[in-house]
């Protein structure tokens, strides 16, 4: 595949022709990347552009001094790009790219990028527009993350009788977030009969029965083109489980924004579920131990 034609379904040249792709292509040195290397590390110094042809590249920030524990803020697929901000401003790298998959990317350096928009105004004004179209977005994502986590803060301060309860309101609280035609069900594990106990849902379109009655994955994933199930585990398994479906199917790039707001919201609910149902046993074990001192 020649540069122009890895170039052609890239957003932000779709006003180029093919003259135009052919010459800015020149610019570009192809890499490729084998699943899970480092593409580049937080806080290095950067000054190159990067564009996914094929395969995926995870942004992440790393929670520790050590670079053990990362935080995934965006999975990027072909098409889409990455390093913009050291390209624009000369900044270093805020977060950490790593491919997550065996991954091929075109790099321009700074020099040629500004080159090339100097001896191309108009071409150049048209990138910049389709980056920024491409920051907002991303922003927006990083916003709704962080407005949900925010609500949900709120949830897990309070005290519940049971994780069921607390699976109903964060059901409720999720689905404000969610806009659009959404169905939405959760499902709390009952570690007496080894069932999964509906806990409550909200619909607003139909939906073939075979797929509500469907068994949850082992693991969060996606189960069909428009439908979601994020599984809830503990240390000692199953803690349930909630399912996403849209009327609509979805993209590649809302898939990964979705999932990174959905592996969140993960650790979160398994977290507060596995506390609920500890501060249970442990109240009903003082119960018991009550009964059995007054006999």
Do not use: C
């Not at 595949?1 to 040249?13: E, H, K, Q, T």
């Not at 503990?234 to 993209?251: C, D, N, Q």
């Not at 442990?282 to 059995?292: F, I, M, T, V």
Request: no cysteine; hydrophobic share 40%.
């Amino acid at each position: 595949m020649s540069g122009a034609d890895g170039l052609r379904n890239v957003p932000i040249f779709r006003n180029f022709s093919d003259e135009m792709l052919a010459e800015f292509s020149s610019a570009f040195k192809q890499s490729f990347y084998g699943k899970d290397e480092v593409i580049f590390k937080e806080r290095s110094e950067g000054d190159t552009l990067f564009i996914i042809v094929s395969g995926s590249v995870a942004i992440e920030k790393k929670l520790d001094e050590e670079g053990r524990s990362f935080k995934t803020l965006a999975i990027l697929s072909a098409g889409e790009f990455f390093g913009e901000m050291a390209v624009l401003e000369g900044q270093t790298r805020f977060a950490q790219a790593r491919a997550e998959t065996e991954t091929v990317l075109y790099e321009v350096r700074r020099s040629e990028f500004f080159g090339f928009i100097r001896e191309h105004p108009d071409n150049g004004l048209s990138i910049f527009t389709e980056i920024m179209k491409a920051v907002l977005r991303r922003l927006q994502h990083t916003s709704s993350e962080l407005t949900m986590l925010f609500d949900m803060s709120k949830l897990v301060l309070r005290e519940y009788r049971s994780s069921r309860e607390f699976l109903a309101e964060t059901l409720d609280e999720v689905y404000s977030h969610f806009e659009g035609s959404w169905n939405i069900s959760v499902f709390s594990y009952n570690q007496f009969n080894e069932e999964f106990d509906a806990a409550g849902d909200r619909t607003s379109f139909e939906e073939p029965a075979a797929d509500l009655a469907a068994p949850p994955p082992a693991e969060s994933g996606w189960t069909a083109p428009n439908a979601y199930v994020l599984v809830f585990r503990g240390p000692k398994g199953p803690l349930g489980y909630m399912r996403f479906a849209r009327s609509a199917g979805f993209t590649d790039t809302e898939k990964n924004s979705l999932s990174t707001i959905f592996g969140t919201l993960s650790s979160i609910v398994s977290s507060a579920v596995e506390n609920i149902d500890h501060r249970a046993e442990e109240a009903l074990l003082r119960k018991l131990k009550e009964q059995k001192n007054t006999i």
